[in-house]
T-cell receptor, first 113, second 114 residues
């Protein structure tokens, strides 16, 4: 089972920031938080990942709380093309024997004009 | 930007037939994966592959499934005797290393079993 909890759906107006929350209260010290998205039935697209520091790239920002039990993915200026299902995934482990990604049901983000 | 490519994009096969799904991972990646997604359901892990052997497999990956890296560029998933319930999107992924490098996915092969 997925180790994360996300709201099933969110709406966002085009041009506004989309803030997608994720709870991962059982995350262990060397596990990373990954974010992917899936548009229609395309392959999951990597967005960003982090361990404990906040991260930013050309697609998004990732804010991880100090206790690492939750995080927020921020799309600073959402466009219609950002409409997708967003997955928050915890990955890694003590010895990295388990490297698979365990997908939950994600958050369906609908960006509207 | 390098990407994972999968062929064919859509495969239609009669039940009981063998099917091979093909993937070309990103060229300098060392870890390879197959996932599947039945219509309307979650993406599910099937198998991971490193150093020419399976490193982990799920319960779904039973004896009818096999994976192979026949040359330096291709990574294949074979289903020996397909069943109706094998109908799904099959995604290949690759990564440069474990843990702190992302897995990058192809756009998938839609497998339809008749």
């Amino acid at each position: 089972d997925a180790k994360t909890t996300q709201p099933p759906s969110m709406d966002c107006a085009e041009g506004r920031a989309a803030n997608l929350p994720c709870n991962h209260s059982t995350i262990s010290g060397n596990e990373y938080v990954y974010w992917y998205r899936q548009i229609h039935s395309q392959g999951p697209q990597y967005i960003i990942h982090g361990l404990k520091n906040n991260e930013t790239n050309e697609m998004a920002s990732l804010i991880i709380t100090e206790d690492r039990k939750s995080s927020t993915l921020i799309l600073p200026h959402a466009t219609l093309r950002d409409t997708a299902v967003y997955y928050c995934i915890v990955r890694g482990g003590d010895n990295f024997n388990t490297d698979k990604l365990i997908f939950g049901t994600g958050t369906r983000l609908q960006v509207f004009p | 930007e390098p990407e994972v490519t999968q062929t064919p994009s859509h495969q239609v096969t009669q039940m009981g037939q063998e099917v091979i799904l093909r993937c070309v991972p990103i060229s300098n990646h060392l870890y390879f994966y197959w996932y599947r997604q039945i219509l309307g359901q979650k993406v599910e892990f099937l198998v991971s592959f490193y150093n020419n052997e399976i490193s982990e497999k799920s319960e779904i990956f039973d004896d009818q499934f096999s994976v192979e890296r026949p040359d330096g560029s291709n990574f294949t998933l074979k289903i020996r005797s397909t069943k109706l319930e094998d109908s799904a999107m099959y995604f290949c992924a690759s990564s440069g290393r474990l843990g702190n490098q992302p897995q990058h996915f192809g756009d998938g092969t839609r497998l339809s079993i008749l």
